[in-house]
C-alpha cells in the first residue's frame, strides 16, 4: 500500500521554466518530508526537506509548499536548467522514526 | 571522508544462491538502512538499524537479513535468491532527526538474479 503518492511520472519543461512535482500522504503520524535529487547511477541525494508546522520552505531556486489540511506537498523548481534533469523523489518520515516512505518518483527533463 | 560504500557494485546471481551486500560508512552515524529501488516503484525499505545490535524489519524485508555488529557496517543477505529481487539495492546512513537530516545513500548495486 502506496502511503505516498507522486505524479506526474515524467515532465519535460524548457530551460527557465517552472517544474512543479506533487506528493499526497495518507498518515497523519508523519512529521518530515524530504524531497531526493537522483542522477542515473547514482544514489539518491537530499534537496531540500520540511516540517509540518511552516507551510513553504525555499533554498536557493527549490520551494517546497506544505498544505497540511489536505495532506499535500509539492516541490516548485524555479528557472530550472537542463543540469537539473533528473529523477525527484519525495518522501515522508512517521514521527519519531528513522525511516522513510518513498514516493514513486518523477523523472524530470529540462530542454536546453 | 568515503560516506557510504557499498559493494559489489554490480552482481549476477543464479536462481537459489545466496550472497551479502556490503554496506560501510565513516561517518558515525547511528543509523542506517537498506532500500531496493525498481521502476515505478520508487525506493521501499528492507531492513534498517537504530544502531549497533537493533535492527528491524521495513516494508518488503522477506527473503533478506540484516546483522549490525559494528556502528560502520551493516551487510544485507539473500538466503536464496529469486528473479524477484532483481532490483537495485541502495545502503544509506543517517546522523540524529535533527533540523534537517538526511539519509547519505551509496552508490548502489545492481543485482540481477537469472
Known amino acids: 500500500q502506496q502511503q505516498v503518492k507522486q505524479s506526474p511520472q515524467s515532465l519535460i519543461v524548457q530551460k527557465g521554466g517552472i517544474s512543479i512535482i506533487n506528493c499526497a500522504y495518507e498518515n497523519t503520524a508523519f512529521d518530515y518530508f524530504p524531497w531526493y535529487q537522483q542522477f542515473p547511477g547514482k544514489g539518491p541525494a537530499l534537496l531540500i526537506a520540511?516540517?509540518?508546522?511552516?507551510s513553504e520552505k525555499k533554498e536557493g531556486r527549490f520551494t517546497i509548499s506544505f498544505n497540511k489540511s489536505a495532506k499535500q506537498f509539492s516541490l516548485h523548481i524555479m528557472d530550472s536548467q537542463p543540469g537539473d534533469s533528473a529523477t525527484y523523489f519525495c518522501a515522508a518520515s512517521p514521527s519519531g522514526t528513522y525511516k522513510y516512505i518513498f514516493g514513486t518518483g518523477t523523472r524530470l527533463k529540462v530542454l536546453a | 571522508n568515503a560516506g557510504v560504500t557499498q559493494t559489489p557494485k554490480f552482481q549476477v546471481l543464479k536462481t537459489g544462491q545466496s550472497m551479502t551486500l556490503q554496506c560501510a560508512q565513516d561517518?558515525?552515524?547511528?543509523?542506517m538502512s537498506w532500500y531496493r529501488q525498481d521502476p515505478g516503484m520508487g525506493l521501499r525499505l528492507i531492513h534498517y538499524?537504530?544502531?549497533?545490535?537493533?535492527?528491524d524489519q521495513g516494508e518488503v524485508p522477506n527473503g533478506y537479513n540484516v546483522s549490525r555488529s559494528t556502528t560502520e557496517d551493516f551487510p544485507l543477505r539473500l538466503l536464496s535468491a529469486a528473479p524477484s529481487q532483481t532490483s537495485v539495492y541502495f545502503c544509506?546512513?543517517?546522523?540524529?532527526?535533527?533540523?534537517?537530516?538526511?539519509?547519505?545513500f551509496g552508490s548502489g548495486t545492481r543485482l540481477t538474479v537469472v
Open positions: 520540511i516540517r509540518p508546522d511552516v
Open positions: 544509506a546512513s543517517s546522523y540524529s532527526r535533527g533540523a534537517r537530516w538526511g539519509y547519505t
Open positions: 561517518m558515525n552515524h547511528e543509523y
Open positions: 538499524s537504530v544502531g549497533a545490535g537493533i535492527t
